[in-house]
């Protein structure tokens, strides 16, 4: 799957962000 692919390299991106979510 690509899109989970390219998704994949975002997550560290997307958790620095929305650290929170981490928590969840």
């Excluded at 690509?2 to 650290?19: A, C, E, K, T, V």
């Amino acid at each position: 799957d690509l899109s989970n692919n390219s998704l994949n390299g975002q997550i560290p991106d997307f958790l620095g962000r929305f650290p929170s979510l981490k928590e969840l």
